[in-house]
């Protein structure tokens, strides 16, 4: 098992009141899933993604990444965590417009003080999404779709244990989001990479081999919203 949450609950302060976000939410992840979470606006898809890949921690309850409690680490091995055995995709690529897609690539890399022996990964990496002639190109210079491929492999540089995917295709035309949905499904399947995908879209929850629904505060299988 890669990811556990137990009995997590979030909640917000809006003016006076107090919104609860879910309650008691617990979930397993383990090596080669493909697990979508599919919800309507506002059911907390983002605070759960975030909450699970240590952005951000719960008002109760615990995750444990490989059967460590992230709540009993110091900031300094949290952040070493996040990097070296987690992924992030977001709906907006953010990456870094002053380096090129092969720098993009490597920084978490640079960062965790892996870059050289990273070199060949990226390169086969970018290969691997027919994107080795665009590797010097800028972000600038680079379409929407190759823009979220170069997103997904800086996610993958560090061979992180779950990549999670926020909305991954929230900012791409059809055809370039089915793209985006075969990549993710190809990595899955021959690279037994686990992700965790939070959507609004039918399209892309249909891709998860467990597909789940984040409604009125808890989670459950799939099911019609």
């Given at each position: ?140 210079e680079l ?45 899955n399947r ?29 989670l459950t ?5």
């Amino acid at each position: 098992m890669i990811l556990s949450a137990d009995r997590i609950s979030k909640s917000f302060a809006k003016g006076s009141e107090t919104v609860t976000v879910f309650e008691n939410l617990s979930l397993e992840v383990h090596a080669g899933d493909l697990i979508t979470i599919i919800g309507p606006s506002g059911a907390g898809k983002s605070t759960l993604l975030n909450i699970l890949g240590t952005l951000d921690s719960p008002d109760s309850g615990s995750v444990s990444i490989r059967g460590e409690r992230t709540d009993s680490l110091e900031d300094a091995d949290l952040a070493n965590l996040r990097n070296t055995s987690l992924g992030f995709v977001f709906q907006f690529h953010h990456l870094l417009p002053e380096f090129t897609a092969l720098e993009n690539v490597l920084i978490p890399a640079e960062i965790n003080r892996r870059q050289d022996s990273s070199q060949q990964k990226a390169l086969e990496l970018l290969d691997f999404v027919g994107l080795t002639d665009r590797k010097n190109h800028y972000p600038s210079e680079l379409s929407g779709g190759e823009r979220s491929r170069v997103a997904v492999l800086r996610a993958l540089i560090n061979d992180p244990d779950i990549v999670f995917a926020d909305e991954p295709t929230g900012n791409l035309d059809a055809e370039n989001a089915q793209k985006l949905m075969d990549l993710i499904q190809q990595l899955n399947r021959d690279r037994n990479q686990a992700f965790l995908i939070a959507t609004h879209n039918a399209d892309v929850a249909d891709i998860g081999t467990r597909k789940l629904v984040l409604k009125d505060r808890s989670l459950t299988e799939s099911g019609i919203l």
